[in-house]
């Protein structure tokens, strides 16, 4: 049942909070429901889906100076 449940929306929070957050998703004991991952350069594309509404139900993000989505640990990243 605990995967019925959703937080929606957040006035975000302190570093240790974040912190405790990021902590959560990377355990996977938190969805973050990520629909679609832009990248960088992708970022005109994504406004312009969600101008039109077509984006896929979830949430949208962008990369941030990482080559690939999924990257969970530096050695995730090290490994690459």
């Not at 570093?15 to 957050?21: M, N, V």
């Not at 832009?38 to 100076?65: C, T």
């Amino acid at each position: 049942w605990m995967r019925q449940k959703r937080i929606q929306g957040s006035h975000f929070a302190n570093l240790q909070q974040a912190s405790q957050a990021n902590k959560l998703v990377i355990e996977r004991r938190i969805d973050p429901c990520m629909s679609e991952v832009f990248s960088w350069e992708d970022i005109p594309r994504a406004h312009m889906k969600m101008l039109a509404n077509e984006h896929k139900p979830g949430n949208m993000a962008v990369l941030v100076q990482s080559p690939r989505p999924g990257l969970r640990t530096l050695e995730d990243v090290l490994e690459g």
